[in-house]
């Protein structure tokens, strides 16, 4: 074959990424691609926040001020404490959990008189609320019925109620850094509102009033009693420590037993004793090794203890036993067997042996001895260390315990001396009941309800839509991986980009569509090339009979990439693949023969997709015989192709055969190859429409007969990534890529995809060079 292989390279720069963390025109194009998105969210919003404002029920928020100030009790108290930032900050959060407890919103209740309060116990009920009672009327209804409670228990029911519906509506925030605690409550009733602000700040001095009394009362008697108690345990603990130490008779020097010496020398002794068993099991199993083999075995492996002991003799033997085994065998091999100096050197040999072997028993010998003595070492050494670790366990154990109680003593006198100091410092000052919190900003009656806020409702509505509509249009931007424009070629392949093929129809029905109008079938012979003549459908012929079109233009801009890169190639085989079925490589590789032959080239297309042969479908007349059968040698070639009488192109269908299951061998067999070369010779250029590249290997199998392929893909429907990953599995079909063309390109929405600058966006002002075709509805999905 005359077969060369080209890397070809896009002749577009590669696109640049932009020096910026965000692409400005790209993040423009998205937004005017997604506009109707976002606006639709934008204006669900809106309605449902101008719903919200209708029905919502105004409710108003009193608030009132209080300062946590401890400069209050500073002349009641000789030495006040000095807080730092983190304890300011405790105290304060304290105070803001004291304001929002139950016990306070009970307290709030019994003043102001709320357990009865219509406004309080039954306001203006949410949706989410109407609900749940409901569902909690209609569950008590199947439910046994309970006996009618007391007044009491109503009236503390009432309570409850109420205090839990002030903590829902109360809010207590610090302002800011400061030690200001405001305290607001929202009530649908104004005058309400500012009546249980002003409630809850005197219910607050109140209780910090009695609580700076409790504590002082309670401080001094709890204080009292531990002293008591401590004092006993002290003592206590003290005279258990002295009198352990005599039952134990534990005395120490330097903080050491004298036994933990001895063990720690006795330990440095077990390590050698260790050491020096495990060389001599060593040597002693090598040579034992050896022995056990034999003395034959022994003879050869005699040298392995050369670097472990002084043995000559035994290295003399063994260079004795080679030089009288070389000479026996030079004897042997010149006299033979019999010989008399052979039978001499033999007996010879077997007497070296015999030395060899004694020698490396006396030294096996001698190693065992060795073994045992240090065997007997090192179990001596444990047998110490055993003696001495028992005795000096006990006494550690004792230590230990000697410790703890020591510990305890200790821990239980500074605990003594600590609260000794605070009762006497208790005594003699003690805190006057003076509240550190007073009310900086009385609660008014509201006049303006705080909630809903008109214009922050909506404003919050835009955003929200907005934020919505964004998060949308960003996923359905995500989504939509796709071959769109040039830019995603060139970006994600690298490779030329050849143009778009409009979308001429769509199916009918779910069935494949025709053009109206149809060629008749021409009764003419092939011309050197067939039997017969074939009539192909008009969607074969969109590039011939639309000459001025974009479609047919965007194929002659891939002829003119495959006559600049297959420069010399006297006969080019071009491949036409996708990466999925339903790309329409089939129609366009029709189409690309059909303008290729109309041109005055000749030119065969072959139908090499022989699981699913959707360009023979095309034609309007079933064949008999074609690629299959010629590859097989069934048929000649020739006797197969079809020609088409108005263009002079030349097809080489598919007979579909059931039992054919290994198509890619078929494609990359002899008879393939043989057909290839003959074709060649006839045709100046050959067209193959392969099958796609993720189903099935037919078209790696059969790539080494091509020169380049055409790729196509699927405009707004084929994954990048898909195509991405299978070029990067199959080099050699990466390299010889002319170029991408986009097939069944929606031109109208082309522009929506392009970004600020891109070719696509100038459209509109060249369409007047091309004279569309009447538009088909249908198009090829082969």
């Known amino acids: 074959m005359h077969q060369k292989n080209f890397t070809f390279h896009s002749s577009f720069p590669k696109a640049e990424h932009s020096d910026s963390f965000i692409d400005l025109e790209k993040l423009m194009a998205i937004v005017v691609r997604r506009a109707r998105t976002i606006a639709a969210c934008v204006a669900v919003f809106v309605v449902l926040a101008v719903v919200y404002l209708l029905f919502a029920t105004p409710v108003y928020t009193s608030m009132t001020q209080i300062l946590l100030d401890k400069d209050l009790t500073k002349y009641a108290e000789s030495a006040p404490p000095q807080a730092n930032a983190q304890q300011a900050d405790m105290e304060i959060s304290s105070a803001v959990e004291i304001l929002k407890s139950s016990e306070m919103a009970l307290r709030v209740v019994d003043e102001a008189g709320l357990a009865s309060n219509e406004t309080i116990l039954n306001p203006p009920m949410s949706p989410a609320a109407l609900l749940k009672s409901g569902v909690k009327l209609i569950t008590s209804a199947f439910t046994p019925a309970e006996p009618p409670p007391s007044e009491e228990a109503i009236r503390e029911g009432q309570r409850q109620k109420a205090a839990a519906m002030l903590q829902n509506n109360l809010s207590v925030e610090r302002v800011t850094r400061s030690s200001v605690v405001a305290v607001s409550f929202r009530s649908t009733d104004p005058q309400l509102a500012a009546k249980i602000t002003r409630a809850y700040a005197n219910a607050y001095l109140t209780d910090q009033l009695n609580a700076n009394f ?36 534990l005395t120490q020097a330097g903080g050491e037993l004298m036994s933990e010496q001895q063990l720690a020398d006795l330990n440095k002794q077990l ?20 022995i056990d083999q034999g003395p034959d075995a022994a003879v050869r492996n005699a040298t392995i203890s050369s670097s472990q002991t002084d043995n000559s003799v035994l290295q003399q033997l063994k260079t004795r036993y080679l030089t009288v085994q070389k000479r026996e065998q030079e004897v042997t091999q010149d006299f033979g067997a019999e010989h008399p100096q052979a039978v001499a050197l033999k007996a010879e040999r077997e007497d070296v042996t015999r030395q060899i072997f004694q020698e490396l028993e006396q030294l096996t010998a001698s190693y065992r001895n060795e073994y045992d003595v240090a065997r007997s070492r090192e179990a001596s050494m444990r047998e110490s260390i055993d003696g001495v670790v028992g005795k000096n366990s006990e006494a550690n154990k004792s230590l230990v315990h000697l410790n703890e109680l020591e510990q305890r003593a200790t821990a239980l006198r500074s605990l003594y001396e600590s609260y000794l100091g605070r009762f006497e410092e208790a005594s003699q000052q003690r805190s006057f009941p ?15 309800p705080s909630s809903p806020k008109r214009t922050m409702v909506l404003a919050l509505s835009v955003v929200l839509g907005l934020m919505i509509g964004g998060s949308l249009a960003g996923f359905q931007e995500f989504r939509d991986r796709y071959f769109r424009v040039e830019a995603d070629v060139r970006t994600n392949l690298g490779h030329k980009f050849l143009g778009y093929l409009p979308l001429m129809g769509r199916p009918n029905g779910g069935k494949r569509g025709f053009w109206k109008r149809q060629t008749p079938p021409a009764p003419a012979t092939a011309e050197g090339s067939g039997d017969g003549g074939v009539a192909f459908e008009r969607i074969m012929r969109i590039a011939v009979e639309a000459p001025r079109s974009s479609f047919a233009e965007t194929l002659r801009n891939a002829k003119l990439a495959s006559d600049v890169m297959l420069q010399g190639h006297s006969s080019r085989v071009i491949g036409v693949v996708s990466a999925l079925p339903g790309e329409g490589k089939s129609t366009t590789a029709a189409n690309f023969a059909a303008l290729l032959a109309s041109s005055g080239k000749r030119t065969l297309l072959i139908d090499a997709d022989l699981r699913n042969p959707g360009l023979t479908r ?60 003959s074709a060649r010779k006839m045709f100046d250029y050959i067209v193959v429409d392969l099958a796609p590249l993720a189903p099935v290997i037919d078209a790696k199998a059969f790539s080494p007969q091509v020169d380049a392929f055409i790729y196509v893909a699927q405009w707004g429907s084929t994954p990048t990534s898909v195509v ?59």
Do not use: C
């Open 214 to 249: 409790d504590a002082t009362e309670q401080a001094s008697v709890w204080l009292q009693e531990r002293l008591n108690d401590l004092r006993q345990r002290s003592q206590q603990a003290s005279l258990e420590v002295e009198k352990y130490k005599a039952d134990n008779g």
């Open 724 to 782: 991405k990953n299978l070029l990067e599995q199959e080099p050699h079909i990466n390299s010889k890529i002319l170029g991408v063309i986009l097939n069944k390109t929606d031109m109208s929405e082309l522009t929506r995809y392009s970004e600020f600058g891109g070719t696509e966006r100038y459209r509109e002002k060249y369409i007047s060079y091309y004279t569309e075709p009447a538009a088909p509805k249908v198009h090829a999905e082969a």
């Open 271 to 290: 390590i050698i004793a260790q050491a020096d068993s495990a060389s001599a099991a060593a040597r002693y199993n090598q040579y034992k090794s050896i």
């Open 434 to 448: 003076i509240a550190k919190a007073r009310v900086i900003s009385q609660a008014g009656v509201p006049t303006a």
């Open 618 to 677: 095309m034609l309007k007349s079933s064949p008999q015989v074609g690629l299959i059968e010629a590859a097989l040698g069934e048929v000649p070639w020739t006797s197969a192709v079809k020609v088409d009488q108005r263009t002079k192109l030349a097809i080489l269908p598919v007979v579909l055969r059931d039992q054919l299951a290994h198509t890619s061998e078929l494609l990359s067999s002899q008879g393939m190859l043989n057909l290839m070369e």
